[in-house]
Structure formats: C-alpha cells, structure tokens
C-alpha cells in the first residue's frame, strides 16, 4: 500500500485529469481484478486516497448506498467513505475509499468522482461482456463447424472438449471434458479441481452422459460458484448441440447400414435367380449321369481299374448333386417346413456326429445352453445343416486347436444359438462378403463358398438374422436369432 496522499488544493480541477486517465483504464483493463486494481493505482497517484474495494452490486453494503444520495452516504472523516456507483438505471456497486485526503472528502466532490469512474466501470464491464460473447460464439460456431466436416463421433468430441476452455472466463486454469456412455473424452478429473460446472447430454431424451468444465483455481464468487449466469447458457447449449451431433451421426450410420443390408440382399437375389435357373438345368443330366453309372457297376464282372473309375464318377455326381442342392437352398427353392422346434435339441443332434471331427482337430467343445428353452417354428433339418456350416467354419479356423463354444438363450421376442471359436479370426473386408456366394478363403478345392450363403437363406427364410463378430487373432462369434412369431416360410 502506498503512503497517504498529497493534499490537492484543487479537487475540482483534478476531475478532468482523472477522467482522462479513467477513460485509458476502460480500454485497457482486460479483467474485472485487472480494473480494481488499476483503479487503486489511479486514485493513488491523483492524491485521492490511499485504498481503494470496488464492491459488487451484491454486496449488502452496495445495496444499502444504492438506495440514498451521494453526498448522504459519505462517511465523515477520517472513517472510510463508501459512495454509490450507478450509470442510468444500471447499479453497479459501490466505491469504498480509505484514507481519503482532506481536500476530497466535500461530498460534491465525491459525488463528481463517483460519476466518472461509474461511467469508466460500466464501459468497462460492457467491453468485457462483449469480450466474453464474442468467445462464446466463436466457441459455438466452431462446435457447428465440427459437426458438419464428418471424422468419428470420438474425435469430434474430443476436439469440442478441447474448444471449450477458451470460452469460459478463466480459461488459463479451464479443464473440460465430455462423458459419454461412460466414455470420458477431454481433460481427465483431476483432484485439483475445486469448482466444476456441468449439463447433461440428452439424445431421444435419455440421458447419455454430460459436458464438464471445471477450474483448477479457486476464482472470486459469481452467479454460478466462480461461473458466470452466461457460461451456464452456453454449456447447456453445448450439451444441446452434443447430444443432436451424437443423434444424427447414428442416424446416419443406420442409414449407411440399411442401404449396405438393401444392396446385399438385391446382390444376392440376382444371383439367387441365377443359382436357381442353373440348379435346375443341371438336375437332369446329373441324374442320368448317376443312374447310368450306377446300372454299369452292376455289369459284372468289371474289370478292376474300370469299376474305381466308375467309383470316382459316382463320388464326383453325389458331390455335384449336393452343390445342386446348396445352390437350390440358397436360392429359397426349398422352403422351410415349420414345426415347434427346440434349438437345445438341434444343438445336441449336430454335436453328436461333430463331436468326433472336434475332438481329432483338438478343440475343445463347450456347452451353455439355456434350461427350459421355448420352441419356435422352425425346419429342424435346415436348422442343423445351418449349425453344421457354421461349426465345420469354427473348427477349420482354429488349425492349432482351441475352444467352441455352443450357446443358446432367449428373450421376450427371440430365441438366439451362437457358435464363438477361438481361431484366427476374420478382416472387416472379409467378413463383410462372407455371406456372398462362392466368396470362399480357403484353397482351390477345399470350399465351394456356398456354406455360408446357404446360412443365411435359412435363416432370412425363417424370419431371422444373423450376426458376425471377429477379430483377428482372437476368434468369430456368429449369432443366429429367430422369431418366436409363427409364420409362413419366407420366399423371394
């Protein structure tokens, strides 16, 4: 604190000085703090006083002048004198004076003093404003921006939280974060944090996570703690915005699945048709083929070497007519015929005559079949070639042993049975074509790449779906779901 002032003879006269120098400390104050403690340096010198408080219009001292006159709320000497700060309707506190020097203490003359520096806060607080709402909409405006440049929700999210210090007041000591679905993206908590603002994140109008702000620095009080009434409108327009972004980008990607579900299913009908009008063409030749082969190996005697040629043409139909037989059910020319059908009892039936294949390819069968598990209207035998398919895919995955597991459970609305192996595990480029006809990994000779598509003919003409997770290094789980709703057999 500085010593106490030089008497001024002329008070009056020093008005226009200070207003000068009253006016240079609006436009250069950046803060509020900044202001009252240059103003204390400016009465300093101009031989005012030797302390000066700004009080907030909150305060009850503030509130007490704001009712009286000027000169009516000066104290007598040497007592600290408090004067009312006002400009036009607007209070904005009061000036409390220490050590005022003899020849300011004539009321008028506070009153004068009190005029200025009133019109030197207020322009002041309105440049300051102004300040902070250029940054909030600058803040808001950039949230705009990010939404609509595309990338992933996290890193859009992560960049918003990275955004938002620099709209709040004391953005030098600003931590901000954004939870979503238990996901913290941003600024972590920290233990220094010792006041923290927040809003909830809606979508669809649950409640998905929040917006955090914190300070790490205990900053004087506010409306809101040490936030200000406006940063609490621009975090619950924040948290708007972040719920919005958060709707239509999964809206978008139910879109993006839709259509890739719509084109897959058209690519798979055209070759449907196709399959059919082949599968049928090639039935009579191949049963003519078959039949005229089979009455020449009843000739007898044959010689040796021809009747293994004729062994190997009967192989080479049977195989044939089974690839005839895949092609028509993957086209749906075979529809399913529905009957109450228990999945646990199908379930045991396949692992009965695999459990042999299992066992010499050392995986490991396990069992997690739910108990008392409803029916559903079902084909049984198409069932089983659909868990026989998906179980000789398993174990050719795992060529070094491992685990399967077979589970079955249900809900209100579907029975669902999984096959998880712990083999190599599929690319995402792979796994979405597996269900493409003739789409086969393995070597020439060793797959047709029908299996799968078979599948998922069933399965579509049960009224089901089926899903597929992998990755690699780690396993496949494919997960069939049938409706418990009785209905026809679905054809194209």
Same mark, same amino acid.
Request: glycine share 8%.
């Given at each position: ?29 950046? !803060? ?43 104290? $007598? ?32 003359? @506070? ?7 009133? =019109? ?34 996290? %890193? ?16 030098? =000591? ?18 220094? %944090? ?5 809003? $909830? ?10 917006? %955090? ?38 809206? %978008? ?11 897959? !299913? ?8 196709? =399959?059919?009008?082949? =599968? ?48 028509? @059910? ?5 529809? $399913? ?97 597996? +269900?493409?006809? +003739? ?31 992998? !990755?690699?290094?780690?396993? !496949?789980?494919?997960?069939?779901? @049938? ?10």
């Amino acid at each position: 604190m500085r010593g106490a002032p030089e008497p001024s003879a002329e008070p009056a006269g020093c008005i226009e000085t200070l207003r000068e120098g009253l006016r240079q400390l609006a436009r250069q104050s950046a !803060s509020r703090t900044s202001f009252a403690e240059d103003l204390q340096a400016l009465l300093q010198d101009g031989g005012v006083c030797t302390t000066t408080t700004v009080l907030s219009p909150g305060s009850r001292l503030a509130a007490t002048l704001a009712s009286r006159p000027a000169a009516d709320a000066v104290s $007598p000497a040497p007592l600290p004198v408090a004067i009312p700060l006002s400009f036009g309707e607007q209070t904005l506190g009061a000036l409390r004076l220490e050590g005022v020097a003899s020849a300011w203490r004539d009321p008028e003359v @506070l009153g004068r003093l009190a005029v200025e520096v009133a =019109a030197c806060l207020a322009y002041q607080q309105a440049r300051w404003a102004l300040g902070e709402r250029v940054k909030e909409l600058s803040c808001l405006y950039a949230i705009a921006q990010l939404g609509d440049q595309g990338g992933s929700l996290e %890193e859009t999210l992560f960049t918003i939280a990275r955004l938002l210090p620099f709209a709040w007041q004391h953005s030098d =000591a600003c931590l901000a974060r954004i939870v979503l679905d238990g996901r913290t993206l941003g600024a972590p908590r920290s233990v220094g %944090e010792v006041a923290t603002q927040a809003a $909830p994140v809606l979508v669809d109008g649950v409640e998905r996570g929040r917006v %955090e702000v914190a300070y790490a620095r205990v900053f004087p009080q506010a409306e809101e703690g040490p936030f200000l009434r406006e940063e609490r409108n621009l975090i619950d327009e924040v948290a708007r915005q972040v719920g919005q972004l958060v709707h239509r980008r999964a809206a %978008e990607e139910e879109r993006a699945a839709l259509a890739e579900r719509l084109r897959h !299913s058209e690519r798979l009908a055209s070759v449907g048709r196709l =399959a059919a009008g082949v =599968a049928h063409e090639l039935n009579e030749p191949l049963g003519a083929i078959l039949g005229y082969t089979q009455l020449v190996q009843k000739a007898s005697p044959l010689p040796e070497q021809s009747a293994a040629d004729l062994d190997r043409i009967v192989k080479a139909c049977l195989h044939a007519r089974e690839i005839v037989r895949n092609l028509l @059910l993957f086209a749906r020319q075979v529809p $399913p015929r529905l009957v109450p059908t228990d999945l646990n009892v199908v379930v045991h039936e396949v692992l009965h005559f695999m459990h042999g294949r299992c066992e010499r390819a050392g995986v490991q069968v396990i069992l997690r079949l739910e108990p008392d598990l409803p029916p559903i209207p079902a084909d049984a035998a198409q069932l089983q070639q659909v868990l026989v398919n998906l179980v000789a895919n398993a174990v050719q995955s795992m060529p070094a042993g491992g685990s399967l597991t077979l589970s079955t459970r249900s809900d209100s609305v579907e029975v669902a049975m999984a096959v998880a192996d712990t083999g190599l595990g599929m690319r995402d480029d792979v796994r979405t074509r597996i +269900f493409d006809p +003739f789409f086969t990994t393995k070597e020439v000779g060793q797959g047709t790449g029908l299996g799968l598509a078979v599948v998922h003919g069933i399965v579509e003409a049960h009224g089901g779906r089926i899903l597929v997770s992998s !990755s690699l290094g780690q396993g !496949s789980t494919f997960e069939v779901r @049938l409706p418990f709703g009785r209905r026809e057999a679905v054809l194209p």
